[in-house]
């Protein structure tokens, strides 16, 4: 009876981790090996323990802005700290994403919470990497302009790389799962949302939404042809529910891109940003994200305007 119970207690869990994911189509393979599983673990802890998805989020930005201080220091075992510290800053991102989906705990707070809190890890490692260059290296004590500079450049760069690899997988997730298992949103039902809110009856609603509402807006002004193949989808079908054979198609063609989309996120960065530390020379981070994941950005957005105009013309050519 006890092995029973034991084995059916495993394959609830094993079914409440597979629910806790987004889905095959988007989940990377590092991902799955190393951060989901940790990820789930914390996610039943604090279920267990009723903390809340945002809180988990506000967590990871804490532990996150302390590893960045420990980049700062010119010493490799304060480093593999800082390093440690964004694994579990990470492990926590992960675990807010699947602790909300197994309560059913979704929010756009916690979207913009979880968007930021990678912005907040990333722009305190730039400034102690800047900080720790201008200390170290004869150039850029000389030129201490340039590293600033280039953080700038490489943050900027780093900023768009992930908001695009963000709406990509959304619009992905968008034709897998439908509107409900997926976070893509639109400026215009974004627009009509601010606009009922109040400066002053609702002033840090407001404000939150003023930011999204301007990432929206960039992210949609970056991707003229999935605009117009999203109205060319709403004119045809409105609300109603997009044809199975449109859907599968999109996803075939698009599937292929969401190994960048991963790339660009977390992963990929953050074994370039720890070889830069184990090698010394953090500054060769700026540059990595300032060539390779530019180059592989282009790529990922130029092929994907590329099947939202096919896409559109076969819509119009009366295909689905």
């Given at each position: 009876m006890t092995?029973?119970?034991?084995?059916?207690?495993?394959?609830a869990l094993r079914q409440e981790y597979r629910a806790s994911l987004k889905s095959s189509d988007t989940e990377e393979t590092f991902d799955l090996m190393f951060y989901r599983p940790i990820g789930f673990a914390w996610a039943v802890l604090f279920r267990r323990m009723g903390?809340?998805?945002?809180?988990?989020?506000?967590?990871?930005?804490?532990?996150?802005?302390?590893?960045?201080?420990?980049?700062?220091?010119?010493?490799?075992?304060?480093?593999?700290?800082g390093m440690l510290l964004l694994v579990w800053a990470n492990s926590y991102d992960?675990?807010?994403?699947?602790?909300?989906?197994?309560t059913k705990q979704y929010s756009r707070l916690g979207r913009i919470l979880d968007g930021v809190s990678g912005d907040i890890w990333f722009a305190a490692i730039y400034i102690a990497i800047c900080i720790r260059e201008v200390h170290t290296s004869e150039f850029f004590m000389d030129?201490?302009?340039?590293?600033?500079?280039?953080?700038?450049?490489?943050?900027?760069?780093?900023?768009?790389?992930?908001?695009?690899?963000?709406?990509?997988r959304q619009f992905h997730l968008f034709f897998l799962k439908g509107k409900e298992g997926s976070e893509l949103d639109?400026?215009?039902?974004?627009?009509?949302?601010?606009?009922?809110?109040?400066w002053r009856k609702d002033f840090f609603a407001?404000?939150?939404?003023?930011?999204?509402?301007?990432?929206?807006?960039?992210?949609?002004?970056?991707?003229?042809?999935?605009?117009?193949?999203?109205?060319?989808?709403?004119?045809?079908?409105?609300?109603?529910?997009?044809?199975?054979?449109?859907r599968d198609a999109f996803r075939k063609a698009s599937l292929p891109?969401?190994?960048?989309?991963?790339?660009?996120?977390?992963?990929?960065?953050?074994?370039?940003?720890?070889?830069?530390?184990?090698?010394?020379?953090?500054?060769?981070?700026?540059a990595f994200e300032l060539t390779v994941l530019n180059v592989m950005l282009l790529y990922m957005m130029l092929r994907h305007e590329s099947i939202c105009r096919r896409?559109?013309?076969?819509?119009?050519n009366g295909k689905y």
């Open positions: 092995q029973n119970t034991n084995k059916g207690r495993l394959a903390v809340k998805p945002n809180a988990v989020t506000i967590a990871s930005i804490f532990i996150g802005l302390a590893a960045g201080i420990m980049m700062y220091f010119d010493s490799m075992w304060l480093n593999v700290v992960s675990a807010d994403g699947q602790l909300a989906r197994l030129h201490n302009w340039v590293v600033w500079l280039i953080a700038v450049a490489a943050g900027f760069c780093h900023a768009m790389q992930a908001a695009q690899a963000d709406y990509y639109s400026s215009a039902s974004l627009k009509e949302k601010y606009s009922t809110l109040s407001k404000l939150i939404m003023s930011f999204y509402l301007n990432y929206t807006l960039q992210q949609e002004s970056r991707t003229p042809a999935m605009q117009r193949l999203r109205a060319e989808l709403s004119e045809r079908f409105g609300q109603g529910v997009t044809p199975a054979s449109f891109l969401m190994k960048y989309t991963n790339m660009l996120s977390f992963n990929t960065r953050c074994f370039a940003l720890f070889a830069s530390l184990f090698l010394r020379m953090p500054w060769l981070y700026f896409f559109t013309q076969e819509l119009k």
